[in-house]
């Protein structure tokens, strides 16, 4: 049971222009959801989180919008640069669990052309 | 200040061995996840260690072990290996239990089922 998706495999835009990567969840329990970038061969890092009292976050390029009726995020990268290019992963969490565990989407490869 | 750091980074197992995988976290951190990241399921959670004491576990079967040590390195094992456990290991450390936002990853171990 996939509880967080991203059912875009990749995207691909253009330098300058707006990158949207979406992110459905199925669990209403989950309150806390971040936003991680993975580049070959290193481990992904953090970039942008939300907490669910909010629905937008963001953070300089970045913006993160979460709508919680559709049990929707999505991830703004404005505007593109071509070292955006990389995997993006949303992942979820019932943030005062004492037994939390964090829940990751497939993933989303971002191409961005010069 | 050293980041996380895994060994060994490359590993070929044949099926039915077993295998241990080490990770190094940031000094002073003292929560240590794991991770099992393939291309069609992304990043899983395998589970988290934090002071000595597993916090959480995810969804995979006995073969999967873990545990943490006093200086809070962490170890995973893999018994009875089955080709489909191949897949790019990642561990994470954060100062805190559940801190998902400021965990910081390793490069992982790419280990091969042959």
């Known amino acids: 049971d996939q509880q967080v998706k991203q059912n875009s495999p990749s995207l691909s835009v253009q330098e300058g222009r707006i990158s949207i990567l979406n992110c459905d969840y199925t669990?209403?329990?989950?309150?806390?959801f971040l936003w991680y970038k993975k580049y070959p061969a290193e481990g992904p890092t953090f970039l942008i989180s939300?907490?669910?009292?909010?629905d937008k976050n963001e953070d300089g390029r970045f913006t993160v919008f979460l709508n919680k009726s559709a049990k929707h995020l999505s991830l703004h990268i404005v505007p593109s640069q071509p070292g955006d290019s990389a995997v993006y992963f949303c992942?979820?969490?019932?943030?005062?669990?004492?037994?939390?565990?964090?829940?990751f989407g497939q993933g989303t490869t971002l191409q961005v052309k010069p | 200040k050293a980041g996380v750091t895994q060994t060994p980074r490359y590993l070929i197992k044949t099926r039915g061995q077993q295998v241990t995988l080490s990770c190094s976290p940031i000094s002073g951190h003292r929560s240590v996840s794991w991770y099992q990241q393939t291309p069609g399921q992304g990043l899983q959670f395998l589970f988290e260690?934090?002071?000595?004491?597993?916090?959480n576990k995810g969804n995979f079967p006995g073969r999967f072990s873990g545990r943490q040590f006093s200086n809070s390195r962490s170890e995973m094992n893999v018994s009875t290996l089955e080709l489909g456990d191949s897949a790019l290991y990642l561990c994470a450390s954060s100062l805190g239990a559940g801190q998902w936002d400021t965990q910081y990853f390793g490069p992982g171990t790419r280990l091969t089922v042959l």
């Open positions: 260690y934090f002071s000595e004491t597993q916090r």
């Open positions: 939300i907490s669910s009292i909010k």
């Open positions: 992942a979820a969490s019932v943030r005062d669990s004492n037994t939390g565990k964090l829940i």
């Open positions: 669990n209403s329990m989950f309150d806390y």
